[in-house]
T-cell receptor, first 116, second 118 residues
Framework: AQKVTQAQTEISVVEKEDVTLDCVYETRDTTYYLFWYKQPPSGELVFLIRRNSFDEQNEISGRYSWNFQKSTSSFNFTITASQVVDSAVYFCALSDPNTGGFKTIFGAGTRLFVKA | GAVVSQHPSWVICKSGTSVKIECRSLDFQATTMFWYRQFPKQSLMLMATSNEGSKATYEQGVEKDKFLINHASLTLSTLTVTSAHPEDSSFYIC??????????????FGDGTRLSIL
């Protein structure tokens, strides 16, 4: 069975602090894809990043960075110098190509509050 | 970039009404679309996988007769909540995969439909 765990329900930081959102996943497949999405209060899902299971290279995009470690089945997301606009719910997700249609399973989400 | 249009954005209706939500891929073909439901402060729960030209595949616990899914073309899937009741009030989100996209092409999500049943 596949599972995505985001243990942090809510995180509150002060602007300019760095914050890391944790994601741990479970799958028996050797080929899979991991994603992070942002959901602001307006509700739409904003795609942030995808990673395939064969690419463990970490990635940095502006203030965002991702650390993928297969050994610990983790795909953590760090926001550097957080801003109030970063306040949102962040979802980690797992997609399995062996499941018809690349069904995607979402974690419970982490609600991030960034205070000015 | 790829866009998925979901309509309507908001629906408020009386209990017992049937409500249809549309999900359209605007600039790509989607053989597979997904329907999710999200209750307040909860995660997205997959309801069903919609396959063009065939029956939808429902997740365990989702009533097929309650949530009718039709995927009649490569660009349109519809979700009909039949005889809706207050407990069906939720945020419904669709997504679509690009038929010709790369294997790790992300799903393209619609902006969601807020359904409120009075």
């Amino acid at each position: 069975a596949q599972k995505v765990t985001q243990a942090q329900t809510e995180i509150s930081v002060v602007e300019k602090e760095d914050v890391t959102l944790d994601c741990v996943y479970e799958t028996r497949d050797t080929t899979y894809y991991l994603f992070w999405y942002k959901q602001p209060p307006s509700g739409e899902l904003v795609f942030l990043i995808r990673r395939n299971s064969f690419d463990e290279q970490n990635e940095i995009s502006g203030r965002y960075s991702w650390n993928f470690q297969k050994s610990t089945s983790s795909f953590n997301f760090t926001i550097t110098a957080s801003q109030v606009v970063d306040s949102a719910v962040y979802f980690c997700a797992l997609s399995d190509p062996n499941t018809g249609g690349f069904k995607t399973i979402f974690g419970a989400g982490t609600r991030l509050f960034v205070k000015a | 970039g790829a866009v998925v249009s979901q309509h309507p954005s908001w629906v408020i209706c009386k209990s017992g009404t049937s409500v249809k939500i549309e999900c359209r891929s605007l600039d790509f073909q989607a053989t597979t679309m997904f329907w999710y439901r999200q209750f307040p402060k909860q995660s997205l729960m997959l309801m069903a996988t919609s396959n063009e030209g065939s029956k939808a595949t429902y997740e365990q616990g989702v009533e097929k007769d309650k949530f009718l899914i039709n995927h009649a073309s490569l660009t349109l899937s519809t979700l009909t909540v039949t005889s809706a009741h207050p407990e069906d009030s939720s945020f419904y989100i669709c997504s679509a995969r690009d038929l010709w996209g790369a294997e790790n092409q992300p799903q393209h999500f619609g902006d969601g439909t807020r359904l409120s049943i009075l």
